[in-house]
């Protein structure tokens, strides 16, 4: 039996990159799919359902409360539910960098996208969860919220910390309702939002000689995990934070 059978996910920023793997595969194992974003997702809806699968797209803006409450109202009125939200959107600004140099702009866009779209998120689909009596919430964190990043980024750092307490007390508060909320934590993946950081040898160098495995994460292998937290799988696990990040958090040191 597919592992998500029946159970309607929303996935945030699921056009591209991460979100739009997640997307298939959550898709493959049964899920129907709100394909939520900016740009335009229907190639992505597109590709799900000529593999055989259900989704469909709205635009989609996380920072909006207004926006917040058609995309569940659109994943209610499609697909008659709200069982997995997988709040996957988030940014990592160029001029991200050191508490001194970092822009107030390029701070503020980044918790706002990062940590009050998470938060609406869960504003807007936890009562309909309530109501279902069940739901589960994957909230994409970092590796970042449990240490400090080699390459210097301020802003993204604190949010992903922020997602991560905040994921931890929403577990908390909905534990006896049947709401489980974890968080993922990658490592570095090598998608378009982290080529457009790391831009230039010394700072991909930089992250890479601090990885004992040696490489990059592949989207599918963060798609595994976040599959995984959004299955009955994961039944008896809430308020925890996934880790996949090919060692990072075990050893940051150059391995020999």
Known sequence: MARLSGKVTI????????????????AR???HIVVSDLIDGQSAVDEIKSAGGSAAYIH???TSEDSWKEVVGFANSTFGS????????????????????????????????????????????????????????????????????????????????AVLAMTREIAVIYARKGIRANA??????MTPLLAAFLDNDAKRNRRLVHIPMGRFGEPEEIANGALFLASDESS??????LIIDGGITAAYVTPE
């Open 236 to 241: 008896w696990m809430t308020g925890q934070s």
């Open 29 to 31: 194992e049964g899920s």
């Open 82 to 161: 709200v069982d997995v939200l997988y709040n996957n959107a988030g940014v990592m600004l160029g001029e991200d960098d050191n508490p001194v140099t970092t822009p107030m702009s390029v701070y503020e866009r980044t918790m706002d996208i990062n940590v009050k779209g998470v938060l609406l998120g869960c504003k807007y689909a936890i009562p309909h969860m309530i109501e279902q009596g069940k739901g589960t919430i994957v909230n994409v964190a970092s590796f970042v919220a449990h240490m400090g990043a080699a390459t210097p980024q301020i802003a993204y750092t604190a949010s992903k910390g």
């Open 60 to 62: 989609a803006d996380v």
């Open 184 to 189: 993922l934590c990658p490592g570095p993946v």
């Open 11 to 26: 996935i945030t920023g699921a056009a591209g990159g991460l979100g739009r793997v997640a997307a298939l595969q959550f």
